[in-house]
């Protein structure tokens, strides 16, 4: 309860700042308030992408079940926040690119990303037993997911890149304003927070579902 | 550990060989494989009519046919077994990785085999220029060993599920794309006569590939191959 | 001395129970029949204890003078006959035995695989493509399949059917055989089958109880 009403406020509190407190980007303009939700974005849909990973191979060590519900729950939460964050994406690249798509490196990554998790809840669809269900899409999952760095090395030679480095990147120092920063860091961590919140709140459910079929 | 490898080396070798001696008493997956390859050869070449390819269309064409008949040819290794229930009497008979070795070598072969009628048809076709023909043999090779190592392990999933049809070209499609990308451009590299130094970070990738590939595929086969 | 321990073995399929804590001991020398109406999990329990299938709970041993055999070699003590299991009907019955006894990693040559045809009474036949075969001798070549790592448990999933008289004796002698230096497990519908094998007998109920008499 508390959780919810502080992230409530806090999420508020970021809305209204990138707005009003954040000034705009040098170059980039009014558009650039975007990057407030959608670098939280991507980075939620990696973090619930990552721990449906981690999900899976505990699924494969131990083979209990609730391990596959939190695998699948992460994947379908990964593949929201994903695809927020290639419109989020698609809408900032037009206003400033000129144009919604272009194979820029991160949005192939991205792009492929949600290809697999795409497949990925095709196999489990496809499977009736819950059990091989779990043991399939979970060694899928693995498969897929270890490719990814591939794609990180391969792209950049092929596609130039047009992603806003200069304001957002991650080798180099920020090159934010101060007040921008702040509602960056406070939209990243709201947003994070937002992600354990749903987590917690699955794993609940879970356990609660774990315990109506122990009763029955 | 010498004789342990050889002892596994041998029982592979038997389901190698127990699978080609069905496949050519039946040509169960090779008709299949070949004639789709044919096909899409066939349609790629009229479309493209008289005109003139550059060397990026030709790797990209080379590619696409390679992955589609491949897709359609392989999937049935484990397919078969699956459907003709002779899966119990190979499951209680040897271990997950022999299996895995066994079906990686028969499909490897199956794909060279197709690759071997439907390049030279292609250059016959299309004829493209080849600037690097080694080359481009070692990246055909490479390709095939990632593509190989992937679909196997691949196909014995689809092999469980219910509906067995388009879904492996599904699952495959994503996980394959750093392979065929880095195969397009290594093709692209041989035709346009570029040398083995110049494109020597196509053939690492394409190697580690393979390597990284098979290694998690043997680790993870157990769990697909119990039931 | 060889001890097999079927310990409190439960099997369900999403959620719905098949069978629950079957309890069972058996040792060399013993016959176990499973019996029980159709859907009652005879075969479902066979194949667990093959290993073809993972139980909900529960564990099954197999020791051999008081070692316990680990869990992944076990196909190598195994014999296992089944409705649900062919052989390779584009192979003769000849290359199928061999193909099994190489993919094993076993050493044993053609003679072996001929001697193993000629128990099984399908000498004759041992040529011609299995895809030829009646239903009843696909039968006879899955026990010389089951007989040929020589197992200490041979797990026999209604043996009888589909046998003529001649097939029904093989049987017997198979069983009578393989209980000189092991055990059996066998499951059955078959009344007279349970009275003529049966040194301990294992009966399912469709709800999922077990009764051993």
Same mark, same amino acid.
């Given at each position: 309860m508390f959780w919810k009403v502080f992230l409530g406020i806090w999420m508020s509190l970021v809305i209204i700042a990138s707005f009003l407190y954040a000034p705009p980007a040098l170059g980039l303009g009014?558009?650039?308030?975007i990057i407030y939700y959608h670098v939280p974005l991507a980075w939620v849909a990696v973090l619930a992408y990552m721990v449906s990973m981690i999900n899976a191979i505990k699924y494969l060590r131990t083979s209990s079940i609730e391990y596959d519900y939190r695998t699948s729950f992460n994947a379908e939460v990964g593949t929201i926040f994903a695809l927020l964050a290639t419109v989020t994406g698609a809408i900032f690249a037009n206003a400033?690119?000129?144009?919604?798509?272009?194979?820029d490196p991160r949005q192939t990554s991205i792009f492929v990303l949600l290809l697999i998790y795409g497949s990925y809840f095709a196999l489990r669809s496809a499977i009736d037993d819950r059990e091989q269900k779990a043991r399939l899409s979970s060694v899928y999952a693995i498969i897929a997911f270890i490719t990814v760095p591939f794609l990180v090395f391969i792209i950049p030679r092929i596609y130039a890149s047009l992603h806003p480095?200069?304001?957002?990147?991650?080798?180099?120092?920020?090159?934010?304003d101060a007040r921008m920063l702040q509602v960056f860091i406070s939209s990243l961590a709201g947003f994070t927070g937002i992600y354990f919140w749903i987590y917690n709140l699955q794993n609940r459910i879970i356990n609660l579902k774990g315990k109506i079929k122990g009763r029955l | 550990m010498v004789t342990r490898f050889l002892s596994w080396t041998r029982q592979a070798g038997a389901l190698l060989n127990k699978d080609f001696k069905a496949e050519f008493r039946t040509k169960y997956a090779l008709n299949s494989f070949l004639m789709f390859a044919v096909t899409t050869l066939v349609i790629v070449s009229f479309a493209v009519g008289p005109y003139y390819l550059d060397p990026v269309m030709h790797a990209s064409f080379i590619w696409i046919i390679i992955f589609f008949s491949a897709m359609a040819g392989l999937a049935r290794a484990f397919i078969k077994e699956q459907e003709r229930g002779t899966v119990y009497a190979l499951k209680l008979s040897t271990t997950p990785e022999i299996i895995y070795l066994g079906k990686f070598c028969f499909n490897l072969l199956l794909l060279l085999l197709v690759l071997l009628v439907i390049i030279p048809f292609y250059f016959f076709f299309l004829s493209p220029s080849v600037g690097n023909p080694l080359l481009l043999v070692v990246v055909l090779l490479l390709g095939s060993l990632g593509l190989t190592g992937t679909t196997t392990i691949l196909s014995a999933i689809v092999s469980k599920? /219910?509906?067995?049809? /388009?879904?492996l070209p599904v699952l495959a499609f994503p996980v394959l794309l750093p392979l065929l990308i880095t195969s397009i451009n290594g093709t692209r590299l041989a035709l346009e006569g570029y040398t083995f130094g110049e494109a020597s970070s196509e053939l690492r990738v394409l190697s580690s590939f393979f390597v990284i590939m098979t290694t998690v595929s043997l680790l993870l086969f157990n769990y697909v191959w119990e039931d | 001395m060889l001890l097999i321990e079927l310990q409190k073995i439960t099997k369900d399929y999403n959620g719905h129970i098949?069978?629950?804590?079957i309890c069972e001991t058996l040792r060399e020398g013993s016959c176990l029949v499973i019996t029980g109406p159709n859907g009652s999990g005879k075969t479902t329990l066979l194949k667990i204890l093959a290993g073809l299938i993972r139980p909900a709970s529960g564990k099954f041993t197999i020791s051999v003078d008081g070692t316990l055999l680990a869990d992944e070699n076990r196909k190598d003590y195994l014999g296992f006959v089944s409705p649900d299991l062919y052989l390779y009907e584009e192979l003769t019955a000849l290359e199928n035995l061999e193909f099994f006894v190489k993919v094993r990693g076993l050493a044993e040559s053609e003679e072996y695989c001929l001697k193993l045809l000629k128990k099984v009474q399908l000498d004759k036949w041992g040529?011609?493509?299995?895809?030829?075969?009646?239903t009843g001798m696909k039968q006879r070549l899955k026990f010389a399949y089951a007989l040929l790592h020589q197992p200490l448990l041979l797990l026999l999933d209604e043996?009888?059917?589909?046998?003529?008289e001649e097939g029904q004796a093989l049987v017997q002698e198979i069983i009578s055989q393989q209980k000189e230096t092991g055990a059996v497990i066998l499951s059955t519908n078959d009344p007279a089958e349970v009275a003529r094998y049966g040194d301990q007998v294992l009966k399912l109920d469709e709800a999922g109880r077990c009764f051993i008499k």
């Open positions: 009014e558009v650039s308030r400033t690119w000129g144009t919604y798509w272009n194979w480095d200069p304001i957002v990147n991650i080798e180099g120092r920020l090159q934010m | 599920a /219910n509906v067995k049809g /388009n879904l | 098949i069978f629950s804590d040529g011609s493509l299995v895809g030829t075969y009646s043996p009888g059917a589909n046998l003529d």
